[in-house]
């Protein structure tokens, strides 16, 4: 039963359940309270992960996180505050940080990347599209022995989950990558993952999106949600009301705010991450990064490289926090030592928020409470690489359809 779509939020997420939502025969409107300009979707790194599949809540996460917590420049922050959000996202994220999560995790986010990852590459054959999507894999370079041990250890269990992965020495490491000296023991080369120029897809999907008759209606934030009878009867902006059969929640780390609307309690807080850019660079990899002892994140995209990295949880604020910045830089230098990196400037540092669920996992459903409510969102850094899996998957759960991946561990409502 096609009917009309509202979707709240216009990143990723929305973009994607409105692009399958319109291919699935619904009138859909996008409300978003930005111009859409420059979403958390732009200024990410492009990755599209089948090697994620260890959740953030994971086992020594939360020892690890004790650590880093007292340095400003470190790769993991929790802000201090007396925020009780805060300390109730962070009670139930210690809650899940188990062995027995990690296990259970696996497998689900294993195959809600590849779904995604398969996605793509249609997308990236449709007339319109050319986002720059190149399957080189990932390199998880690592400098110290226990790192290593760590991540060849993971690498393993990936290739009996059946991923293309493969540990490599430094002088095979150093083959991949000629024109640069490189600072590390060695690397898992994860030939499973992929990459993508998001500045290019996003405003390729807009564009096609408006050209489908898919309605926009940006720069109002939502201001009320009118429940009745259990299901959402309007949504309230300074521009007017809308009315729609289903209305999808996508709204990346303000997703609580716009629940709570609708009398719909979901845990999340805000990651800050930052990114840079530089156009022209000297050196340039040919492979993807992650710097694992530094939680850096490197992709070439085009003649650029963009750096990016950190996770500062905390409530959504509009500061540049220059020492994490720092933390990026120092971290490429250490590995790199032939990128002779500086500290960008101010304008040139983008920032936004990604949208953490305590255990690691997003939330992709239907509310228990709302009955025509979908939620799609708190994918974390993996936000951009789930994109089309999530709006697929809502898709296919508001036409009845079976779902392409099980849903069970994507539960909105799991914590309450």
Known sequence: ??????????????????????????????????????????????MIVPSHFVPLAAPGMVSQGIKW???SRSPFYVKPSLSLDLISWGL???KSATPKHLEDSAIPLRDINLFSKALYEELAATPGFGFAMEKKGILMYYKTEKVGEEE???????????????????????ALEPETKINALGAVHYRCD?????????????????AAG??????????????????????????????????????????????????????????????FTFEHPEQKLNVPAILCEARVAITPMGGRMRYGGTMEIAPVNDKINIKRVEGIVNGVRDFFPGIQLQVPAEKDIWYGFRPCTPDGLPYIGFSKKISNLVIAGGHAMSGLSLGPATGKLVEELVNGKPASVALEPFSPERFS
């Open 92 to 94: 139930k994220f210690i």
């Open 69 to 71: 917590m007292f340095n």
């Open 1 to 46: 039963m096609a009917g009309k779509a509202i979707i709240i939020g216009g990143g990723i997420m929305g973009l994607s359940a409105a692009y399958y939502l319109q291919q699935g025969g619904w009138n859909v409107t996008v409300i978003d309270k930005t111009d859409l300009a420059d979403s958390c979707s732009f200024g990410n790194l492009g």
């Open 214 to 275: 898919v309605v926009f209606k940006t720069g109002h934030a939502v201001e009320k949600i009118v429940t009745q009878g259990g299901k959402i009867k309007k949504v309230v902006t300074a521009a007017g009301e809308d009315e729609g059969d289903v209305v999808v929640m996508a709204g990346g780390s303000w997703l609580p705010q716009l629940t709570k609307m609708a009398g719909v309690s979901i845990p999340l807080m805000p990651g800050k991450g930052y990114s």
């Open 194 to 210: 992929a990459h993508l120029y998001p500045n290019q897809l996003i405003p390729q999907l807009i564009a096609h999106l408006k």
């Open 152 to 174: 060849v250890h993971l690498a393993e269990k990936a290739q009996a989950m059946g991923l293309d992965v493969e540990a490599l020495d430094k002088a095979a490491l150093q």
